[in-house]
């Protein structure tokens, strides 16, 4: 039995944005659960053990950062070959990311196993933070081949208009971590209790599980795709294509896990408490930040298709949709995060030195999520256009041009507390930047609208286009 693919260029919008967001809403969320739990359960071994978690977030977003950036760039091109009709094209996008994410995989596990220890020391670990980190670093990686697939794979899933796709390959990643973690962590019901150990190996079985389910779904239950054994050999041109919208994507990916690191590095001085109050509050962010991720995900090959169909009005009309509803979601759970910050926390952990430092630092923290949703619907609108190289701009100011140096400068103004205050100041600057840029784009397109539909379109940094 195969699945029914939403038609992208029909029907009410709304409706529309909220079955390609829900399933990649459902999935994320479940995702940020995961995380959640994980951290949950590691603080009840100690504060050490979370600080070392958290040492390793970069090179989780480094393995983001080559799935997710590759999965845009081939989920944006896909949708704009299907929305022009061009199928061929469409379908060998599907081989390449086959061989991309086996290829990808092998040298992060070859690097990883080669310097560990100087890895994490680049990371802000510290000597007694180390050895436990490389514990949970060391099984990791292993899983990173079957992520990478499982993160490309989720937005080819959406450009063909199957997002539940996607939604399933994920929530059995989450619900075999979920299941497993707690059992492999503490040795309940007959398992050995592998402490750190243990949360990474549940999380390299889930990985493994929902690449090899993702697979199954692009090779027998894709009425699009439909691949064949010539469409798994490399095509240069499709990788290239892929890249021109994708690798601004990878880059500012790893522009965040730099940031991460500077985190790591400035917090460190101030001891482990601080380290896993931020690992505390990047889990609990995260969980909004999911949910805003998965509507975003949703209006890029909206847009894309719309783009190749060149159903400009419908476009616009998407992403004002997209912006109200991020908008209102993100500003109620920054308002109930705010309220309830120390009953949150106290889900964590009973330690009260780390909810003292944590309960101010999580209310700074998710201050600006309001922001964030809107921010996030304009990047994913270039990302749908495929002006990459535009997305990778707008994602470095808001992760990195502003965030940064005011880490470092309220530091040494304020000390701990300033590391917390950049981030919403970053934010707002960031979201202002971003929303006079957007609406510069949408004005462009908007135009489109009085001219023969017949002509070119323009549908990347590079100057491709549609006929």
Wanted: with cysteine.
């Amino acid at each position: 039995m195969k699945y029914k693919s939403l038609n992208l260029g029909e029907g009410p919008i709304l409706p529309l944005l909220l079955k390609m967001s829900l399933p990649s809403m459902l999935a994320m969320l479940s995702m940020a659960i995961y995380n959640l739990m994980d951290t949950l359960w590691l603080a009840r071994l100690s504060p050490q053990t979370i600080a070392a978690f958290t040492i390793t977030f970069p090179i989780q977003m480094i393995f983001a950062a080559i799935g997710v950036g590759t999965g845009v760039g081939a989920g944006s091109y896909a949708a704009r070959m299907f929305g022009s009709g061009e199928l061929d094209k469409a379908r060998k996008t599907a081989g390449q990311v086959i061989i991309l994410s086996v290829f990808s995989g092998a040298i992060l596990i070859a690097v990883t196993f080669s310097v560990p220890d100087l890895m994490l020391k680049v990371f802000g670990g510290t000597p007694e933070i180390i050895v436990l980190a490389r514990r949970y670093l060391l099984w990791i990686v292993l899983g990173s081949p079957f992520l990478l697939f499982l993160m490309m794979a989720n937005n080819l899933f959406r450009a063909e208009g199957q997002p539940n796709l996607s939604m399933y390959a994920v929530l059995i990643f989450t619900l075999l971590g979920a299941v497993l973690d707690p059992l492999l962590i503490f040795g309940w019901c007959g398992f050995p209790a592998l402490g750190i150990e243990g949360a990474a190996i549940a999380a390299v079985i889930g990985q493994t599980a929902s690449g090899l389910l993702s697979l199954y779904f692009l090779l027998l239950k894709s009425p699009k795709f439909q691949l064949s054994l010539a469409d798994l050999r490399p095509d240069f041109n499709i990788i290239r294509s892929i890249y021109q919208t994708g690798l601004p994507s990878v880059l500012m990916n790893l522009v965040f896990a730099a940031v991460l690191i500077v985190y790591n590095q400035i917090l460190a001085p101030y001891g482990h408490l601080a380290l896993a109050t931020m690992g505390i509050c990047f889990r609990i962010n995260g969980l909004v930040m999911m949910i805003l991720f998965g509507i975003g995900h949703g209006v890029m090959p909206l847009v894309g298709f719309n783009l190749g169909a060149r159903l400009y009005e419908r476009l616009i009309n998407t992403v004002k949709v997209a912006v109200y509803c991020s908008s209102f979601f993100a500003g109620v759970c920054s308002i109930l995060i705010i309220l309830f910050a120390d009953p949150i926390l106290g889900f964590f952990t009973k330690d009260r030195g780390l909810i003292a430092i944590a309960a101010p630092a999580l209310k700074i923290f998710v201050s600006p999520l309001i922001l964030a949703g809107p921010s996030l619907v304009w990047i994913n609108l270039f990302i749908g256009l495929g002006k990459g190289l535009t997305s990778m701009i707008l994602l470095f100011i808001r992760d990195a041009l502003f965030l940064i140096p005011l880490m470092y400068l309220f530091s040494s103004l304020m000390g701990r507390d300033g590391v917390w205050m950049a981030q919403p100041v970053s934010a707002t600057a960031a979201f202002f930047v971003i929303m006079v840029w957007s609406y510069k784009e949408l004005e462009n397109i908007r135009k489109l609208n009085g001219k023969n539909e017949n002509a070119p379109v323009s549908i990347g940094d590079t100057g491709a286009s549609l006929s």
